[in-house]
């Protein structure tokens, strides 16, 4: 069974910083695509931030130059270094990986349970 678990969020004053790591565990054969979402209250939840087995990433617009995705792909982790952090960018983060695991053929969707981010102004 695959586990998601992430850890590094809490409460930050606006400009602070925060960093975010998400570990898969289980019965893994590989991990294509980790990603972290965001969802604030009374909003759709979106991507802040993928990057690819490759190491190649994506950006949502609002977090471009502020935050950092990096993998580790030995201990199928995904951290994400969030700097100059703003009152906007308070919501449940929320770890996601397209792997394939080791009872299957084909690509699935996991995603962790979340872990909150507050931003004070």
């Known amino acids: 069974q695959v586990q998601l678990v992430e850890s590094g969020g809490g409460l930050v004053q606006s400009g602070g910083s925060l960093r975010l790591s998400c570990v898969a565990s289980?019965?893994?054969?590989?991990?294509?695509?980790m990603a972290w979402y965001r969802q604030a209250p009374g909003k759709r939840r979106e991507l802040v931030a993928r990057i690819f087995s490759g190491g190649s990433t994506n950006y949502a617009d609002s977090v471009k130059g502020r935050f950092t995705i990096s993998r580790d792909n030995a201990k199928n982790a995904v951290h994400l270094q969030m700097n100059s952090l703003s009152p906007e960018d308070t919501a449940v983060y929320y770890c996601?990986?397209?792997?394939?695991?080791?009872?299957?053929?084909?690509?699935?969707?996991?995603w962790g349970q979340g872990t909150q981010v507050t931003v004070s102004s």
């Open positions: 996601n990986a397209v792997l394939i695991p080791n009872t299957q053929d084909w690509a699935s969707d996991y």
């Open positions: 289980g019965s893994i054969y590989s991990i294509n695509v």
